[in-house]
C-alpha cells in the first residue's frame, strides 16, 4: 500500500489541475460579443511594419498569437477604451484614417505608446521595450492582443466619448523629457503612468498623478502637466 | 495526466525487466506529460484570465507567491535528501527526516498545479521573448521530470543513481521556472503582496 504514495500524489495533483481548469472555464465569460462575425481570421501572417528596434539584445518579439476577428465595417475615425481581461491594465486605441495611436497602461510600471498603420478595420502597432498590439476594429467595438514590457494581454473594449479616452502630457522637467498618458473609462476612473525620460530607448515608468479631466492638467515633481486629449475624431495628438 | 492510472497498469510485467529498463515506461509517460502541457498551452486560445485568489493584487503575485513557496519546500527537498543520502558530514538521518522530504514534496507540488494552470489557460506557451519561451519550456518539462520521479519511487531494483538524478532534474527545472517568474515579477514590479 505505501508503495502507492506517489502515484496517489500525482493523481491528487492532477485532480487539483482538472479542477481549477473547470473553475476557470466556467468563470470565463463568453469571448464572442455581439456584432462579431462568426469567421475567425487568424492575423499570424499579418506582416507587421516593425519600429527601429531599441538597442538590446532581446530577439524581436513575436505576435502574441492574436485571435482577433474581423469586423463587417470598419470606421475612418474611432476612439476605444475599457479594461483588459482580467482587469489588470487598461488600453485605449485611437483610430483617425488610416493612423492609430495606442496606450495600455496599469497605472504603474507595465505601460506602452503604440503606433501602426490601420487598414482593413485591422492594425498591428508597435511601441518601445518590444511592445506590439494586434486589433481589429469595427464600429462600436475593437479586440485583440498587446505585449507590453513582457506582460500579455487580451481585450475586447468600446468606443468612448469624451471626456473619457486618452490623453497625454509631455514636459520637460530638469533636462529630461516626461511623458505622461492616462486612460479615462466612461465611469470616471482613470490610470496613468508616467515615463520619466521619454526619449529613452526603453522607457520605464511609474505611477502618474491623477489627471483633473475638467482642467486637464495634473501636477508632477512640482510642475504643472498639461494634457491633451489623443482624439480619432478631432485628429488631436496625432 | 489522468492518463497515469490505465498506463501504469500495465507497469507489472516490466518487473522482470533490468534496473535501467524499468525507467523506459516511466519516462515515456512523463514525456507524454510534458507534450500534452506544451500542446494544449500552444492550441488553446489564451483567455487572459482565471480565477483570482483573494487578498493579492494581482494574478501575477498570487502565482509569484505560490512559486516562491513551491520553491523555497524544493530547497527543503534537496536539503533532506542530502541528510538521508548520509552526504552531510555529522548529520546522522533522524526518523522524520523521509516524513518531512515526502510531505514538503508533496505541498511543493500541490503549490505548483494552480500556478501551472493558471499559466496554461490564462497565457498558454508562449514565445514572446527569451524569459517566456524559457520559461514556458521548463514549465512543461517540470510537470514530466515530476511524474517521472513519481513513477520510479516505488520501483525497486533501479540503479543508485537514477532517484538522485531525476531529483536534480525537478529541482532544476523549477528554479528555473522560478527564475523565469517570480523572480522576474518581483524584480520588476516589486516585491508586493
Not at chain 1, 473553475?23 to 499570424?44: F, I, N, Q, W
Not at chain 1, 490601420?118 to 492582443?145: E, I
Not at chain 1, 509631455?170 to 515615463?195: C, F, H, M, N, Y
Amino acid at each position: 500500500m505505501k508503495r502507492n504514495t506517489p502515484l496517489i500524489t500525482l493523481l491528487t495533483g492532477a485532480a487539483l489541475g482538472v479542477v481549477l481548469l473547470i473553475a476557470s472555464m466556467l468563470s470565463t465569460p463568453s469571448k464572442a460579443p455581439a456584432g462579431y462575425t462568426a469567421t475567425a481570421t487568424p492575423t499570424a501572417a499579418a506582416t507587421a511594419p516593425s519600429t527601429p528596434a531599441p538597442a538590446s539584445t532581446v530577439p524581436s518579439s513575436a505576435p502574441p498569437t492574436p485571435t482577433t476577428t474581423a469586423y463587417a465595417s470598419a470606421p475612418a475615425q474611432a476612439n476605444y477604451a475599457g479594461k483588459v481581461q482580467g482587469g489588470g491594465a487598461s488600453v485605449a486605441i485611437s483610430i483617425h484614417g488610416s493612423q492609430a495611436i495606442a496606450y495600455v497602461c496599469n497605472g504603474s510600471a507595465v505601460e506602452a505608446w503604440l503606433k501602426g498603420t490601420a487598414a482593413d478595420g485591422k492594425v498591428v502597432m508597435t511601441g518601445k521595450n518590444h511592445a506590439r498590439l494586434t486589433v481589429a476594429y469595427g464600429s462600436g467595438q475593437v479586440t485583440g492582443d498587446v505585449v507590453a514590457h513582457d506582460t500579455h494581454y487580451s481585450f475586447a473594449v468600446n468606443t468612448v466619448n469624451k471626456p473619457s479616452g486618452l490623453y497625454e502630457a509631455t514636459a520637460v522637467v530638469r533636462g529630461a523629457t516626461i511623458k505622461a498618458g492616462w486612460i479615462v473609462l466612461p465611469d470616471g476612473t482613470q490610470v496613468g503612468s508616467l515615463e520619466s525620460d521619454a526619449n529613452s530607448a526603453a522607457p520605464s515608468a511609474i505611477a502618474a498623478p491623477v489627471l483633473d479631466v475638467a482642467t486637464g492638467t495634473a501636477t508632477f515633481d512640482g510642475v504643472v502637466l498639461h494634457a491633451i486629449s489623443v482624439s480619432g475624431l478631432s485628429g488631436s495628438g496625432f | 495526466m489522468t492518463a497515469q492510472p490505465g498506463m501504469s497498469a500495465s507497469l507489472p510485467p516490466d518487473r522482470a525487466a533490468s534496473g535501467a529498463a524499468k525507467l523506459v515506461v516511466p519516462c515515456l509517460i512523463g514525456a507524454l506529460v510534458a507534450l500534452t502541457l506544451g500542446i494544449y498551452g500552444r492550441l488553446h486560445s489564451p483567455t487572459g484570465i482565471a480565477i483570482n485568489i483573494a487578498g493579492f493584487s494581482s494574478p501575477g503575485s498570487v502565482k509569484s507567491w505560490l512559486a516562491t513557496g513551491a520553491t523555497v519546500l524544493a530547497l527543503v527537498q534537496v536539503a533532506s535528501a542530502l541528510v538521508m543520502y548520509g552526504k552531510v558530514p555529522r548529520v546522522s538521518a533522524p526518523s522524520w527526516i523521509g516524513g518531512l522530504h515526502r510531505w514538503s514534496g508533496r505541498l511543493a507540488f500541490l503549490l505548483a498545479v494552480p500556478v501551472a494552470i493558471h499559466c496554461l489557460y490564462a497565457l498558454g506557451f508562449q514565445h514572446y521573448s527569451t524569459r517566456v519561451l524559457i520559461h514556458s519550456v521548463f514549465g512543461c518539462l517540470f510537470f514530466g521530470a515530476f511524474t517521472v520521479k513519481m513513477l520510479i519511487l516505488p520501483k525497486r531494483g533501479l540503479p543508485g543513481w537514477v532517484l538522485p538524478v531525476v531529483g536534480a532534474l525537478v529541482f532544476t527545472a523549477l528554479v528555473v521556472i522560478w527564475f523565469t517568474s517570480a523572480y522576474w515579477f518581483f524584480s520588476t514590479f516589486g516585491i508586493k503582496r
